[in-house]
């Protein structure tokens, strides 16, 4: 053990460099340009405020990824409960005093960018169980008294992200912390139990909803009741798709955005945009790009000595399949409309900032896939 510490405490900087996931890292660069020219075709084919703002972030926030992977996998697991407890400081801040837009207090302003902490959360939770069950055993984990910590950790953030109110973002963080419960041995039981425990809740929780949000769950069952109103977003992004066909209508072409019949095509449908203009053969391509990108993560992980980097890498994987799925399911109308971006796709710095963030963690964990945490 001291011997394997020696030789990754002794890795040269070009070792370090060659010990890079670079198809990982050609996945990241492909779905960025990918973005970038989607968000260009957002702007109306010219260079305009959202397209310039996303290449500038997407190029800032890659090196910085690039940088923070010659982090040791170590100072991850050491700043993990640090890392939450400076997020939850944020998501306090943004909830008393933050910036409003759209009838949401969900930003705070750090003047080169106005954070949403919510997103960061979705990194911080992941990375604060992992530290909290990297030496656990199954039986401890099952331990009910060791299940008040995780728990309550994982109530609060979700509480403060609903009364923003950002209902989406709350459920995805729930699901991040949940994907590391049963990862790290949580007996499946808990699991059946809060599902028919959620399920009998149900009506008393959907009384406590906002009544756009109401009116979203309404509009997902059916979405021809109200055509030019609730329902409009999801009916134009399902035809906007459908349009597509097999090759799409070419770059710069998409009728329904072009013609602004889409809304927010910069951020939540940035999916539907693309594959109106790229058709199924385009869709696949984008899929297969993310598919390889979770292989990777789960690979590094899989390989990596550290119980900690493992765990992290298979939940961040299971996390960003679940941002995948939960976003191109929203905009096909298979579930209700819920704000969750694409991952490196949609536009949003603080999306962008936490995916990038999670990804040099486990660039991290791969290279330094020796090194052992006691």
């Known amino acids: 053990m001291y011997q394997t510490r020696?030789?990754?405490?002794?890795?040269?900087f070009f070792q370090?460099?060659?010990?890079?996931?670079?198809?990982?890292?050609?996945?990241?660069?492909?779905?960025?340009?990918?973005?970038?020219?989607?968000m260009y075709s957002t702007d109306g084919g010219d260079l305009l405020y959202h397209s310039k703002s996303h290449a500038i972030r997407f190029f800032v926030f890659f090196l910085m990824m690039i940088?923070?992977?010659?982090?040791?996998?170590?100072?991850?697991?050491?700043?993990?409960?640090?890392?939450y407890f400076i997020v939850l400081g944020f998501l306090i801040w943004a909830s008393l005093?933050?910036?409003?837009?759209?009838?949401?207090?969900?930003?705070?302003?750090?003047?080169?960018?106005?954070?949403?902490?919510?997103?960061?959360?979705?990194?911080?939770?992941?990375?604060?169980?992992?530290?909290?069950?990297?030496?656990?055993?199954?039986s401890d984990v099952n331990s009910f008294k060791n299940l008040l910590f995780p728990i309550t950790i994982l109530i609060i953030p979700i509480a403060l992200v609903v009364t923003q109110p950002d209902?989406?973002?709350?459920?995805?963080?729930?699901?991040?912390?949940?994907?590391?419960l049963?990862?790290?041995?949580l007996n499946i039981k808990y699991f059946i139990y809060s599902s028919l425990f959620f399920v009998i809740s149900l009506p008393f929780v959907i009384s406590f909803l906002e009544p756009y949000q109401k009116l979203r769950i309404l509009t997902f069952f059916n979405p021809d009741k109200d055509p030019l109103g609730a329902g409009y977003q999801i009916i134009q992004s399902k035809i906007?798709?459908?349009?597509?066909?097999?090759?799409?209508?070419?770059?710069?072409?998409?009728?329904?955005?072009?013609?602004?019949?889409?809304?927010?095509?910069?951020?939540?449908?940035?999916?539907?945009?693309?594959?109106?203009?790229?058709?199924?053969?385009?869709?696949?391509?984008?899929?297969?790009?993310?598919?390889?990108?979770?292989?990777?993560?789960l690979r590094i992980?899989?390989?990596?000595?550290?119980?900690?980097?493992?765990?992290y890498c298979f939940s961040f994987a299971a996390a960003i399949f679940i941002y995948i799925t939960v976003n191109m399911s929203m905009v096909l109308g298979l579930l209700p409309i819920v704000g969750s971006p694409l991952p490196i796709m949609s536009y949003g710095g603080s999306s962008m900032l936490a995916t990038m963030l999670g990804i040099s963690i486990v660039m991290s964990a791969k290279i330094y896939n020796k090194q052992v945490i006691s």
């Open 6 to 12: 020696s030789i990754t405490n002794q890795l040269t």
């Open 16 to 38: 370090k460099v060659r010990s890079f996931d670079f198809i990982l890292l050609v996945c990241v660069l492909i779905i960025g340009i990918i973005s970038c020219f989607s």
């Open 67 to 83: 940088v923070f992977s010659f982090f040791n996998i170590k100072f991850w697991h050491s700043t993990g409960y640090l890392f």
């Open 97 to 138: 005093y933050g910036i409003t837009a759209s009838g949401s207090q969900r930003w705070v302003s750090l003047y080169f960018i106005n954070l949403q902490p919510s997103e960061l959360m979705k990194i911080a939770i992941i990375v604060c169980f992992a530290r909290y069950y990297h030496r656990a055993q199954v």
């Open 167 to 180: 209902l989406g973002t709350s459920i995805l963080i729930a699901l991040s912390g949940l994907v590391v």
């Open 182 to 185: 049963w990862l790290a041995g």
């Open 240 to 297: 906007a798709i459908g349009s597509g066909g097999l090759t799409g209508k070419g770059f710069l072409k998409g009728t329904q955005s072009y013609l602004d019949f889409l809304p927010e095509k910069h951020t939540d449908f940035i999916f539907t945009l693309f594959s109106e203009e790229h058709g199924f053969t385009g869709s696949t391509f984008l899929l297969a790009i993310y598919a390889i990108m979770i292989f990777r993560i």
């Open 301 to 311: 992980g899989s390989f990596t000595r550290s119980y900690f980097a493992k765990l």
